[in-house]
């Protein structure tokens, strides 16, 4: 156990909706990663928060959005879902926002949009 | 472009023998590169680095060499046992737009057969 908690484990929505993915870092850790890993794909990173702000972006679309909020769990929005938003999400934390620590990893969120 | 490959999608050894993973990278701003493993409905667990100005870094069974003018690293598990199958992530790290993020390989996945 990681100690990084994401809720729910699996979501099955359909095309044109939106979900919130949620996140909750390990104790202590300021810091928060978003992953998304499609089919035979490696993970791609989305986007940082650390400590309520944005840090980094990644590959994340326009439809997508996400926050930390002020106890620094945080919620990836995906709106206006589309058959290829199908993947696993996760979440991971590390205790600063350098880069330079160990990010620990939750088990994820699968979406799949029908 | 895939900047992290891992061009074995799987590989099956016997309990007992060396297995090795390998992993290719294109970006020379990389300068220091992470292994991680993940089980079924897991997230990815840090297993081992290594830094740029090394060559070798051990850690039990586990060995990860990196040869730069290659820009190659393996990870070489030895001996396998049943546990260690899994998927393994390569994953690189490097100096880019002041963030430190690691951009990971699509992964291997390892069957150890007892």
């Known amino acids: 156990d990681s100690g990084v908690t994401q809720t729910p484990k699996h979501l099955i929505t359909a095309t044109g909706q939106r979900v919130t993915l949620r996140c909750s870092p390990r104790s202590g850790d300021l810091s928060v990663y978003w992953y998304q890993q499609s089919l035979d794909q490696g993970l791609q990173f989305l986007i940082q928060?650390?400590?309520?702000?944005?840090?980094a972006k990644g590959n994340i679309l326009e439809r997508f959005s996400a926050q930390q909020f002020p106890d620094l769990h945080s919620e990836l929005n995906l709106s206006s879902l589309e058959l290829g938003d199908s993947a696993l999400y996760f979440c991971?934390?590390?205790?600063?926002?350098?880069?330079?620590?160990?990010?620990?990893f939750g088990p994820g969120t699968r979406l799949t949009v029908l | 472009d895939q900047q992290v490959k891992q061009n074995s999608p799987s590989l099956s050894v016997q309990e007992g023998r060396i297995s090795i993973l390998n992993c290719d990278y294109t970006?020379?701003?990389?300068?220091?590169f992470l292994w991680y493993k993940k089980y079924p409905a897991e997230g990815p667990t840090f297993l081992i680095s290594i830094s740029s100005i090394k060559d070798k870094n051990e850690d039990g069974r586990f060995t990860v060499f990196l040869n730069k003018s290659a820009k190659h690293l393996s990870l070489h598990i030895v001996p396998s046992q049943p546990g260690d199958s899994a998927v393994y992530f390569c994953?690189?790290?490097?100096?880019?737009?002041?963030?430190?993020?690691?951009?990971f390989g699509r992964g291997t996945s390892l069957i150890v057969h007892p």
């Open positions: 970006n020379s701003m990389f300068d220091y």
């Open positions: 991971a934390s590390s205790v600063d926002g350098t880069g330079y620590n160990e990010q620990f």
């Open positions: 994953a690189a790290k490097g100096a880019s737009g002041g963030s430190y993020i690691p951009t």
């Open positions: 928060y650390y400590n309520g702000e944005e840090r």
